[in-house]
């Protein structure tokens, strides 16, 4: 655990620039609007270790697949959001000395995020001899306006000197990704133009080899300052605007870069998009800083009207769930369906920015309860347009049927490690569960009988052909997987990926039995394949240990040296950084909720006892070192009323990143993960469940915290829970009557109760 910023309900803020840990202030204080977002590294030039990175949503790179040994199947490249044209860049000057903040002696440091507004606040003195300058810089990037980013400097003299002050202001496109081959550069300037005071700069990602889009970004820099723009010169790859002035003894000075990105994503060509960016910046040039700022706050006191969580008596865990509620609407607020959540979101280049399992497992259910039903179906829907990709991924394998990839930009399997790509097929899974789970929330079945049944017919399809029959014990098996514990390659019989197929079998025929005629013909589906879909669900084999009374994670886990976490030093944690990949593979250790994950799905489904063994057996030998873990744990125990393991598990998922839990968030924060934090709470604590038409909650109240109080969507209503010291309390904001089961009894919420 390591905590380099302050406690505070609204801020994530510290006093102190760590050199140390640089990378890490950058992840935590990244920014975002769904749009476009990028880490907290400085405008300035900074001399030590910086991870400098700006994303926009959706325009990716296919870059080749090198492995040592290709394996027929291997996708053809992985897809990564590049780093974008750098448009922060803004580098100063002091009597001719260039401010380095790694190398320029400097007092008051104060870096602040402040979650209410989404504005990220630098301020220090630079503190030398001759010179005394404090500095307070502002940026945001505009939940108002998507392609807008702003950056504003004040700059004031506290000396007794006059100083000259230059502030050069760039967009470069001379960057690369971190984690690119070879160094490898990926933009191409197409034209530039720049005046005095301003200038634009359109680039386009290089021609690839994989018949996959290219993007053309167009980025448009103006200026608001008291200084005096000066002529420069430009490069080959950028625009550059200087100002200049020389500040008297207390006066300050202005400067305010305003930066308009569009992309190709959204304009036809490059005449719509060159016009498109200059009617972007006309229109913010007709608004004051103080109207930006504003309006910036203005959109998300909205947001956070509808999703707040509030917690009294333990302000870390109220920071923890604002900072991820924070973090993932900056990542995604589900305005553009062609997006997705990336598990690092803007925030560093790990995972490339594609969209995984997460979304459908941890993200959905969170949407589902704090944005409009529309943004979840979106989210489904992004799946059903990716259908022709998942045949493909499924046809590579050899299979019949739709297999989603595990990474993914276009449906198209971008990841090239055998063991996920060929193994980890319980993805496959989640996307099904998705579609029940937005049913039974939402309790709308029209995605699934239009669209969400093409999903489930294809999936069904190959679990149908990815099974295969034991002569020997007259059973359907699956081998060959990795389940959703990577601790374990090439197991045989994964509980949780063999109760998903089931599953998912059982449900697309439930499903049918609602679809039209039609729908069945377009689908083909025959009698003998419902028979054959039938003889899987009653002969699928579930791994079980009657002695133990628990679900067996693979047929080979319990031959394994069963020693709990508490038995590895201290000093070995996280086992992925300390140990060899073979030791890891052999050992009892789980990555995260593997058995669990699926008691997690259908938690009602099992009884009492049944979680409590499994719980009691799995939890001791999980290491929780994948970031979608404890909240899960978090749920269970909590639905066990295992109330201090509960808190322990939200305390992690709510401050993983806070904290640097698993030492990994230089690379960026666990974006769809902290979701985790909200459903700990609201699943977890307030133990709110749907069933049927049934809404009920079963809440408890941690003992450190005084109160906790949330705000749900269900079904076209607004409503919000509080639990306190007296006991709970379900008020109806908006929306029509309905009866909610509060522990053993059921209420009707009438408005205003
Ligand atoms: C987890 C996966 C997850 C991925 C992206 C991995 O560490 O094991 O389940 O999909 O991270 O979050």
Not at 264 to 292: C, I, P
Not at 421 to 437: C, K
Not at 456 to 467: E, G, K, P
């Amino acid at each position: 655990m390591q905590r380099t910023f302050e406690i505070d309900p609204w801020k994530i803020v510290t006093h102190k620039l760590d050199k140390a840990n640089k990378r890490l202030q950058e992840s935590m204080t990244s920014i975002g609007n769904g749009y476009m977002g990028m880490r907290g590294m400085f405008e300035e030039d900074y001399s030590a270790d910086t991870h400098s990175g700006i994303y926009i949503g959706g325009v990716w790179f296919p870059d080749k697949t090198v492995v040592g040994w290709w394996k027929n199947g291997y996708p053809k490249y992985f897809g990564k959001v590049i780093n974008a044209v750098n448009f922060d860049k803004v580098n100063v000057w002091l009597n001719d000395q260039k401010l380095d903040l790694a190398t320029t002696p400097i007092k008051d440091f104060e870096l602040s995020l402040d979650m209410k507004t989404g504005i990220l606040t630098r301020q220090f003195t630079v503190d030398n001899q001759e010179t005394q300058v404090r500095f307070t810089i502002q940026r945001f990037v505009s939940v108002a306006q998507k392609q807008l980013f702003d950056v504003s400097y004040q700059v004031e003299n506290l000396g007794s000197q006059p100083v000259t002050i230059r502030i050069v202001s760039e967009i470069n496109a001379d960057v690369s990704n971190e984690d690119a081959n070879y160094d490898e550069k990926f933009w191409n300037v197409k034209t530039k133009a720049q005046t005095t005071d301003s200038g634009y700069l359109i680039a386009e990602t290089k021609p690839n080899d994989f018949g996959t889009p290219q993007f053309t970004v167009g980025t448009q820099m103006t200026h608001q300052t008291d200084l005096k723009a000066v002529q420069t010169a430009e490069t080959e790859k950028n625009v550059v605007n200087t100002f200049e002035g020389t500040l008297a003894n207390q006066e300050s000075s202005q400067f305010e870069k305003r930066v308009i990105v569009v992309t190709s994503r959204d304009y036809d060509d490059d005449a719509t998009l060159k016009a498109g960016m200059e009617v972007l910046s006309q229109k913010v040039a007709a608004q004051t800083h103080q109207q930006l700022v504003t309006e910036q706050s203005v959109e998300w006191a909205k947001r956070w009207a509808k999703a707040d969580v509030q917690i009294s008596g333990d302000d870390a865990a109220q920071q923890g769930i604002r900072f991820n509620l924070f973090q993932l609407f900056s990542t995604f607020y589900g305005e553009d369906k062609r997006l997705n959540i990336g598990p690092k979101g803007f925030t560093g280049e790990k995972y490339g920015g594609a969209t995984y399992w997460d979304t459908e497992g941890f993200a959905l259910p969170l949407y589902l309860s704090l944005a409009d039903q529309k943004v979840s179906e979106n989210l489904l829907e992004y799946r059903h347009n990716q259908l022709a990709g998942a045949f493909h991924n499924a046809r590579e394998q050899g299979l019949k049927g739709a297999l989603y990839p595990m990474v993914t930009f276009n449906g198209i399997e971008n990841h090239n490690e055998w063991e996920i790509t060929f193994e980890e097929i319980h993805r496959n899974g989640t996307i099904a569960y998705a579609i029940y789970n937005y049913t039974r929330y939402t309790g709308d079945e029209t995605y699934l009988k239009t669209k969400g049944i093409d999903v489930l017919t294809a999936i069904s399809r190959f679990w149908a052909d990815r099974v295969h029959w034991s002569k020997r014990k007259g059973v359907y098996m699956i081998h060959g997987v990795t389940g959703p514990n990577e601790y374990e390659n090439n197991v045989n019989n994964n509980w949780y990926t063999n109760l998903l197929a089931q599953w998912t079998l059982k449900y697309t025929l439930e499903s049918l039995k609602k679809v039209s005629d039609k729908k069945i013909a377009d689908l083909a589906i025959s009698k003998e394949e419902e028979a054959q879909w039938q003889d899987i669900i009653h002969k699928m084999y579930l791994p079980e240990d009657k002695k133990l009374g628990i679900f067996v994670q693979n047929d080979c886990f319990l031959d394994k040296d069963l020693q709990p976490v508490t038995s590895i030093p201290k000093d070995q944690l996280p086992i992925n950084q300390h140990w060899s990949w073979d030791k890891i593979l052999r050992s009892p250790y789980i990555k995260q909720a593997d058995v669990l994950q699926g008691i997690w799905y259908f938690i009602d489904k099992f009884p009492e006892d049944v979680k409590k063994r499994n719980f009691d057996f799995y939890e001791p030998l999980t290491v929780h070192e994948s970031s979608l873990s404890a909240c899960v744990h978090a749920i269970l125990a909590a639905d066990l009323r295992y109330e201090q393991k509960a808190v322990e598990m939200y305390e992690r998922t709510a401050r993983l990143d806070l904290d640097n839990y698993n030492n990994d968030t230089v690379d960026g924060l666990h974006i769809t993960s902290m979701t985790g934090s909200w459903l700990a709470i609201v699943q977890g604590f307030a133990g709110m469940r749907v069933s049927g038409d049934q809404l009920s909650f079963k809440p408890f109240l941690p003992k450190k915290w005084t109160a906790y109080q949330f705000r749900i969507n269900f079904r076209g209503r607004l409503i919000e829970v509080r639990v306190d010291t007296t006991g709970t309390k379900i008020n109806l904001l908006k929306g029509q009557p309905l009866k909610v089961q509060l522990n053993q009894e059921v209420v009707a919420l009438k408005g205003g109760d």
